[in-house]
């Protein structure tokens, strides 16, 4: 079984006086059960949009988004999911265990299971200290870590994250790094866009560049730094390629 398949995706939005821009073009992509692949592109690319579109947030034009065989449009399909979006919103005012403690009830949890995960996981996130703390008092990379833990809460098989380094200092960025790998061990899928290309070279078995909607390259990370000698440079000489020959 596939965890996720995108499948012809196109999106178009209007801006404007029917002004159409085309966001995504027909899009097909998969996701190997156990693999952490990254899903790169400059602003702009159609990242969030494929995600969302996967979520169920917003609905394609063609194609669809499949989560283990089953539609994204169906509610069920999106059960094995835990989901980090790019900048997460909270209710400030709840304290980090609240947020967790609403996030596992909402996954259908067990109250006692939940209960007994929660510090564990705090602790794995550097935010046991601040238990009882009002989300609205974190800084931003405090934030995006109890974001994450949020995610991770119910054990899911399949992870989404939406620029997870976002906002992180380097030590924030390595606690996310060793988390992935240590999911990746226990055989987790982790799907997940950044912009943090050296992240990449250390996470990903395989990753996807997209720009202006079009999949550029999907496959090995290794096959794609090739001579290159690192993955910022292939990305940087990829889309400069890619706009020239594009160019009118």
Not at 5 to 25: A, D, I, Q
Not at 188 to 216: M, P, Q
Request: hydrophobic content about 40%; glycine content about 8%.
């Amino acid at each position: 079984m596939i965890p996720i398949s995108f499948k012809n995706l196109s999106k178009s939005f209007t801006y404007g006086f029917l002004r159409c821009h085309k966001v995504l073009k027909s899009l097909s992509l998969e996701i190997r059960e156990g693999e952490v692949f990254g899903f790169l592109g400059p602003n702009g690319a159609g990242k969030s949009t494929a995600i969302n579109t996967a979520l169920g947030f917003i609905k394609p034009d063609e194609g669809e988004v499949l989560l283990n065989g089953i539609s994204s449009e169906d509610p069920s399909a999106r059960k094995p999911l835990g989901y980090m979006p790019e900048n997460p919103h909270f209710s400030e005012y709840l304290t980090a265990y609240e947020l967790l403690e609403f996030s596992g009830l909402a996954s259908g949890m067990d109250r006692g299971a939940l209960r007994k995960k929660i510090d564990p996981l705090l602790i794995k996130m550097e935010l046991l200290p601040f238990k009882h703390r009002a989300v609205r008092t974190f800084s931003k990379g405090m934030k995006q870590r109890i974001g994450l833990a949020m995610a991770l809460i119910s054990n899911p098989p399949i992870l989404i994250l939406d620029e997870p380094m976002s906002g992180l200092d380097p030590m924030g960025r390595r606690l996310v790094t060793d988390l992935i790998l240590e999911l990746k061990a226990e055989g987790k899928t982790v799907f997940f866009s950044t912009h943090i290309l050296n992240d990449v070279e250390i996470l990903c078995d395989r990753i996807a560049v997209l720009h202006k909607g079009e999949l550029l390259y999907c496959g090995p990370t290794h096959d794609f730094i090739s001579d290159a000698g690192n993955l910022e440079d292939a990305f940087l000489a990829l889309i400069k390629n890619n706009q020239e020959t594009s160019s009118p």
